[in-house]
């Protein structure tokens, strides 16, 4: 029963299944409010009001001619996608909605989630370096470059609900206020969850931190030789990767998805819309900035702003109000 | 001291919209030298032109570029109109200048979604080009064709403007000029979109002189030139507009004049439909033979002066057309002005000249008979190298 058991949360819920149906369906979201804000329909055919979409895409992909480049190293440049869907999907086991055992919820896990994202960063980078091309050089270099200036502030602003609610452990930052009764600790992270929303776009590499693939300056960045079946996984892991670092925002931030598996599933799908919506907002408002603005805008802005929001929910802890 | 790397962009990338060759030495992201190679889309239209009498001419000339289609009609027809001593009527001038201004709004309206496009601003991008169809409707409305009109003819025009037609065109000025107000707003203060225009493809106004540069690309460097005012053709004399500068010298700066001048022009274009001569819009007789000699026009065309080169030997077809395009005259000096800055930089500095370069594409074949040492190789000498290459290269006989 309990292998069972484990077999449908890895495979099914909130294992690969879910995780990549729901995915596609967010970035069928993301494409629909994205078009709509720029006057254009989006997707529109293949299924119900385009919804099969991202589905389609990945499909096709799948069934085209999958090329390596001759000066290619074969081995990396296979393994590179499998490396960063594996990480994404593995962090999406730990997204507190469905507990199982201690070995996805404990002390701890939130460090565990942001490192597993962080490795599709270097799985890309890895996978420029690989193509040896002078575009996949330049994009890859610049994914790690991106790295540094947004994951320091990303870290931080994870870190300031943890400290709130006491605890490295997704679940217990989830049920801080449900269980306290604190609800206006949520108001008080503005600052941070701004951040991370800011942050999370230039994980995922969207306007305006499109960066390391901006079509006009680097062709297709790192991925720039990936083709058929192996862009196909890069593009899943892109999906999962939104999914993930939305769930783990909506988890930390807006009051998780407690409450039950139904009522948690609900909560699950409405947040993390609600971070995916914010994020298309902030894709269409803006334009792309430069490599140099990237690295500016994070250390003078993002890392004080979280570092503001740090001493502020310290200096609550400190007067004893969020007992 | 990193190590320089070789960076091809193109002839095939996605920020070029046609094949172009550059050819970029970078130091980690900054540019340190930078070539470039035109005449991959090199079409023999000049050539074709000697082929053809004046009026089969305008239509090869109309196809020399997409975007300013009338701009070449024209500084063809007032080449010719010179050379046969014509009067245009002065309706069919107006009704000229008319098409040149919409065609202007349209050209630089898709120049501005284009170079927002190139920082990666699709949302710019895709309400610009919803707000050119305001433009390209009255063309159509006017011409029956949105993009190869047909307009012009030796003399004058090909249709007239009907009453209605004229309210129509006014009817879109006013919800224009305001739409470009909310564009000049954004490009001055959306900040990402700032940040990646400010001090761009920075050309001092010494250095355009001395690259000869034309059009926005060298009002935006302070350089007050305008053909419209400065050598005046079609009904320009009788209007009132302010020739646009601008003292920034970068992409920003160009953005700003493009967008102002789009105002000038809707101010134009009232102008005109409110002064529109009544009377002939095309010269009743037209030689079909042109008398020989040779003359040279000049035409603001959109992306800056168009020059129209026409040579006649009293016949019915041009003995020479030469057409500098003023994509010519300004790709080097912007090739040149990426060089120091960043390769995020590239696109929108190569785009801010608006480069179209089906117009400006020729090639230049130095044959040398080696055997007999002479420079010159004659006309049929060349056709057979001609059939030679392709027999020998694709396996092409003829």
């Known amino acids: 029963m309990s292998t069972l058991k484990v077999a449908l949360y890895l495979l099914v819920f909130p294992g690969f299944l879910f995780q990549s149906g729901f995915s596609t369906w967010l970035e069928w979201l993301d494409r629909k409010l994205y078009a709509r804000m720029q006057n254009r329909r989006g997707p529109l055919y293949t299924g119900w009001s385009g919804m099969m979409q991202p589905v389609a895409d990945i499909i096709k992909l799948l069934s085209k001619e999958d090329i390596t480049p001759a000066n290619a190293d074969k081995g990396a440049f296979a393994f590179m996608p499998l490396l960063s869907l594996a990480s994404v999907v593995t962090a999406g086991l730990y997204i507190p909605v469905w507990h199982l055992s201690r070995f996805n919820s404990f002390e701890g896990d939130i460090v565990v989630v942001a490192y597993l994202l962080a490795i599709p960063s270097f799985a890309l980078f890895l996978a420029g370096w690989f193509s040896v091309s002078p575009y996949s050089l330049l994009g890859g270099t610049r994914v790690l470059t991106q790295l540094f200036a947004y994951e320091v502030p990303f870290f931080l602003a994870l870190l300031t609900p943890a400290v709130m609610a006491g605890s490295w452990k997704l679940a217990a930052i989830a049920a801080y206020p449900w269980a306290s009764g604190n609800w206006w600790v949520l108001p008080v992270q503005v600052i941070a969850f701004c951040v991370a929303l800011l942050t999370l776009q230039a994980k995922l590499e969207r306007v305006p931190f499109d960066i390391p693939e901006a079509e006009t300056e680097v062709v297709g960045g790192p991925l720039t030789e990936y083709s058929g079946k192996k862009l196909a996984l890069f593009r899943l892991q892109k999906d999962i990767l939104m999914y993930v670092g939305s769930a783990l925002v909506a988890c930390v931030f807006l009051g998780g998805f407690g409450g039950g598996l139904w009522l948690g599933v609900v909560q699950l799908v409405v947040k993390t819309s609600f971070v995916v919506a914010l994020l298309s907002v902030v894709r269409a408002a803006c334009a792309r900035i430069r490599i140099d603005q990237i690295v500016t805008f994070s250390w003078r802005w993002l890392a004080p702003a979280s570092v503001v929001q740090f001493l502020i929910v310290l200096l609550i802890k400190a007067s004893g109000a969020a007992q | ?398």
Request: aromatic share 8%; charged share 25%; glycine share 8%.
């Open chain 2, 1 to 398: 001291m990193p190590e320089t790397i070789h960076l091809p962009m193109g002839p095939q990338h996605p920020f070029l919209k046609e094949p172009v060759k550059f050819d970029f030495d970078i130091q980690g992201e900054e540019i340190v030298g930078a070539r470039m190679n035109i005449g991959y889309n090199h079409r023999g239209l000049e050539k074709l032109c000697e082929d053809r009498n004046y009026y089969q001419c305008m239509y090869i000339l109309e196809r020399i570029c997409g975007i300013c289609s009338h701009s070449h009609t024209t500084a063809f027809c007032q080449a010719t109109e010179k050379l046969l001593g014509l009067e245009v009527p002065k309706r069919g001038l107006y009704l000229r200048t008319l098409v040149c201004e919409l065609e202007r709004l349209h050209s630089h309206l898709l120049w501005l979604g284009v170079a927002a496009h190139e920082v990666g601003f699709d949302t710019l991008f895709m309400l610009v080009w919803r707000d050119r169809e305001l433009v390209m409707d009255p063309l159509e409305e006017i011409s029956g064709n949105r993009v190869n009109y047909a307009f012009n003819t030796i003399g004058g025009v090909r249709r007239d403007l009907s009453e209605e037609q004229r309210k129509k065109i006014l009817a879109i000025l006013q919800p224009l000029i305001d739409r470009l107000e909310y564009y000049a707003n954004i490009g001055s203060n959306e900040p990402s979109f700032e940040a990646r225009i400010r001090g761009v493809g920075k050309l001092s106004k010494e250095h355009a002189i001395e690259m000869c540069t034309v059009g926005p690309f060298a009002r935006a460097s302070g350089v007050d030139r305008d053909s419209r005012r400065d050598a005046p053709h079609a009904a320009y004399p009788d209007l009132e507009f302010k020739v646009i500068t601008n003292e920034e010298c970068d992409v920003f700066g160009r953005v700003l004049v493009r967008v102002l001048e789009m105002v000038e022009s809707c101010k134009m274009i009232k102008q005109i439909l409110d002064a529109l001569p009544e009377g002939e819009f095309v010269a009743p007789k037209v030689m079909r033979r042109v008398p020989a000699g040779t003359a040279i026009s000049y035409y603001e065309a959109p992306r800056g002066e168009d020059i129209h080169y026409v040579r006649s030997n009293g016949s019915e077809k041009p003995e020479r057309v030469k057409v500098r395009a003023p994509t010519l005259a300004n790709l080097e000096a912007a090739c040149e002005s990426v060089v120091g800055s960043l390769v995020a930089d590239i696109p929108i500095a190569i785009a801010s000249i608006d480069p179209c370069y089906s117009c400006t594409d020729r090639t230049t074949i130095a044959l040398t008979d080696r055997r007999r040492g002479r420079r010159v190789t004659t006309w049929g000498e060349l056709r057979q190298y001609g059939i030679d290459w392709y027999r020998r290269n694709r396996g092409a006989h003829f």
